[in-house]
Antibody, heavy 126, light 109 residues
Framework: EVQLVESGGGLVQPGGSQRLSCAAS????????MSWVRQAPGKGLEWVAN????????YYVDSVKGRFTISRDNAKNSLYLQMNSLRVEDTAVYYC???????????????????WGQGTTVTVSS | QSALTQPPSASGSPGQSVTISCTGT?????????VSWYQQHPGKAPKLMIY???KRPSGVPDRFSGSKSGNTASLTVSGLQAEDEADYYC?????????FGTGTKVTVL
């Protein structure tokens, strides 16, 4: 079964740090670009960051640049999000998602985020 | 990196159709044929319903369809069923980034 399982959420004080993990199973993790997406309480989805298959390229939403770092360990089939200098507005459910491309008719095409974890909750509060 | 604009709510009776719009810019929705739509039930993870503007992943009912004109994409749910009541989010590829819509709550009356 294709599956993503996040962990590492919890309560953290403003200015603190937290590291989220996402364990992948049921597919060849190293073949896929991966993303983190968050959802603040009662709010919509917000893409946070993504990382290429070999970890060579990483991209972030402006609001987390310089504070969050996405990484992966293909040998452990795991994705990570290191969050530093946390703010109250970072409070959210954090999802990891498989950000899939597929090859068709001699070109790569974007499929979308086709596999999601159940999410892990990060609460930033004093 | 502003969110794509969706109406906050939409509704319809069972069997009817509802259409949700998603407006972006020429840098995202208008610039690529990579609009996706996600369904999210309360307390659950999002589920991919449409990719590449109008294509359905395996297992998604053909009651769900997508289209795009210029900087605006649309999702239509035909033959509404009770289980279609959920939040729906559009998303666009935007180069290295991804942008989600503001979300639309669909209510089945």
């Amino acid at each position: 079964e294709v599956q993503l399982v996040e962990s590492g959420g919890g309560l953290v004080q403003p200015g603190g740090s937290q590291r989220l993990s996402c364990a992948a199973s049921g597919f060849t993790f190293s073949n896929y670009l991966m993303s983190w997406v968050r959802q603040a309480p009662g709010k919509g989805l917000e893409w946070v960051a993504n990382i290429k298959q070999d970890g060579s390229e990483k991209y972030y939403v402006d609001s987390v640049k310089g504070r969050f770092t996405i990484s992966r360990d293909n040998a452990k089939n795991s994705l990570y999000l290191q969050m530093n200098s946390l703010r109250v507005e970072d409070t959210a459910v954090y999802y990891c998602a498989r950000d899939r491309w597929y090859y068709y008719d001699n070109s790569w095409r974007y499929y979308g985020m086709d596999v999601w974890g159940q999410g892990t909750t990060v609460t930033v509060s004093s | 990196q502003s969110a794509l604009t969706q109406p906050p709510s939409a509704s319809g009776s069972p069997g009817q159709s509802v259409t949700i719009s998603c407006t972006g810019t020429s840098s995202d929705v208008g610039g690529y044929n990579y609009v996706s739509w996600y369904q999210q039930h309360p307390g659950k993870a999002p589920k991919l319903m449409i990719y590449e503007v109008s294509k359905r992943p395996s297992g998604v009912p053909d009651r769900f369809s997508g289209s795009k004109s210029g900087n605006t994409a649309s999702l239509t749910v035909s033959g509404l069923q009770a289980e279609d009541e959920a939040d729906y989010y559009c998303s666009s590829y935007a180069g290295s980034n991804r942008i989600f819509g503001t979300g639309t709550k669909v209510t089945v009356l």
